[in-house]
């Protein structure tokens, strides 16, 4: 025979239904932080990649122009020996000096382009340094973003897990509580968030803060039927 609980007993089911639900809302949180975590520890990582990348890129831009240097002054020391050999050949002195200006003239560009080759040597030295610096630094936060990662995921399954155990003791517990009753409650939760219920304290709504009629307040405390705060419409109850 079903036996129908009193309003006492109906709202202690309540009490403890709304424990589980404000327990399942808060690991509810958790488990959405999760993504949201893991995309902020990507994106981290991105931008130390970005850094590698980018100093990878230095380098080599330092390294081709040195080539093009390098190869611009080959060139020109291949045309001074090719004069100097001319000079052998040259039978009047005008032409003679007149090459031999132009000898002096290329080997003053080889000396400039032999600075600018030294200043390479020292930029593509200053380049590797910057270079492997970020590469370790990525490598060491790949590594252990890839961790924090595996762990958050870990804890999120632990989460859910826990949330499935809530989720089928309430089944249990609400399958005891009055329909109607339970009904109400859904229905103030689903609008109240976390709280359908509330506490009188003191002859205000725990709920709201509104302070409640004496008749109210004393409908709450006789506990015979459900009573709901008129300003928040939680349900109301005392603590014995
Ligand atoms: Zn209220």
Redesign the pocket.
Known sequence: MEQKNTIKEEIAKLIEVQKLDSEKFDLESQIEACPIKIEELDQLLELKKTHMLKSEEELKKLQVFKGEKETEMMAREEKIAKHKTDLYLIKSNKEYSALQQEIKSIEADVSLLEEEIIDCFDKIEEAQKIKDTAKAVFETEEKKIKEEKKSIQENKDQLMVKVDELEAKRKGLISKVDPSVLARYERLSKKKGKSAL?KLSGGF?G??N?QLRPQVVNDVQIQKDLVF?E??A?ILYVEE
């Open positions: 509330a709504c709920g709201c509104m705060c300003n928040c939680r």
